[in-house]
């Protein structure tokens, strides 16, 4: 059905439905209402689909860079655990040996070395000693007493007894703590003398000498060394009080005459192995 067409127009006529509708009316809201932006939709029930993070507060020091793989992980609680069981049975030994006096100490340590007690050694009484035997020598030799030349120096026996040898009676006696000193002449104008043949001496052989108390102490040669008499180990030959042992001494080396002689010093160092009956 056609439409009415507004007076003094032309053309198509507008349909009948069209004309029909009214201009848009502002419909004023029921007293009470109040107007503006609508409030934010209530949250439904139940965990949001979405969520913002909130923030993390910052520590208050940087954390330490890890120096390693697996460096910064916690100790297992049981590794903990086992170690402080272990320390606390390490210090109830220690009180249990020091209220016994029992060594339980050992019981934590590994094997003990294979190594002598101190003093492993026989110690002698002091003694003069009274007759030398070197059987790798042949020397069978009686001993005197000498003590300081008029230079400082170690006496020797008189030249008409070159066959004796000479215990120096400032130190110790063979078989005390300490180096027991026994001089003897290497020669004379006439022939050999009582340590003419020291040089050939080695280690490991035998020296006795027999003391005055019917006691023969026995020793062990460890080197025989021959020395400049101007470079002479003080310290060496006359201060060792480690052990008991003996020093033979006699000339050697090089004949340089007037009041030297000989240029060297022969010395056989020896050690206190054992001690008999005469």
């Known amino acids: ?9 032309s ?66 609680i049981g590794l903990i655990a086992l170690a402080l069981l272990f320390l606390g049975l390490f210090v109830v ?31 002698l009484d002091p003694s003069r000693p009274e007759r030398l035997t070197i059987p790798a020598i042949n020397v069978e030799a ?15 026996p008189p030249l008409k007894r070159h066959n004796e040898a000479g215990w120096f009676d400032g130190g110790p006696t ?8 026994i001089v003897g002449h290497a020669d004379t104008r006439t022939g050999p003398s009582v ?5 050939k001496l080695k280690p490991g052989q035998r020296i006795e000498v027999e003391r005055a108390d019917n006691s023969v102490a026995v020793f062990e040669v460890n080197s025989v060394e021959h020395f400049d008499k101007g470079k002479l180990p003080v310290q060496r030959v006359y201060s060792d009080f ?6 033979l001494m006699t000339c050697g080396g090089r ?21 008999k009956k005469t």
């Open 11 to 76: 053309g198509p006529r507008m349909p009948e439905s069209v004309l029909r509708k009214q201009p848009a009316q502002i419909v004023a809201p029921p007293p009470g209402v109040i107007t503006g932006r609508l409030p934010a939709p209530r949250p439904a029930p139940g965990r949001p689909a979405f969520r913002k993070p909130s923030p993390r507060p910052l520590p208050k020091t940087p954390p330490r860079p890890m120096r390693g793989r697996g460096q910064g992980k916690p100790w297992p």
């Open 174 to 181: 063979p078989g005390q703590f300490g180096p027991a000193l």
């Open 142 to 156: 009686p001993i005197l007493e000498v003590g300081l030349a008029a230079d400082g120096t170690v006496g020797v």
């Open 255 to 275: 004949w340089v005459g007037g009041s030297t002689g000989y240029a060297d010093n022969i010395v056989v160092f020896a050690s206190l192995v054992s001690a």
């Open 93 to 123: 030994a220690m009180g249990i040996g020091a209220a016994t006096n029992v060594d339980l100490g050992g019981l934590f340590s590994g094997p003990a070395r294979n190594e002598p007690p101190p003093r492993a050694f026989p110690v």
């Open 195 to 199: 340590f003419h043949e020291l040089p």
């Open 242 to 247: 480690t052990r008991p042992s003996l020093r």
């Open 1 to 9: 059905m056609a439409g009415r067409q507004p007076p003094g127009a």
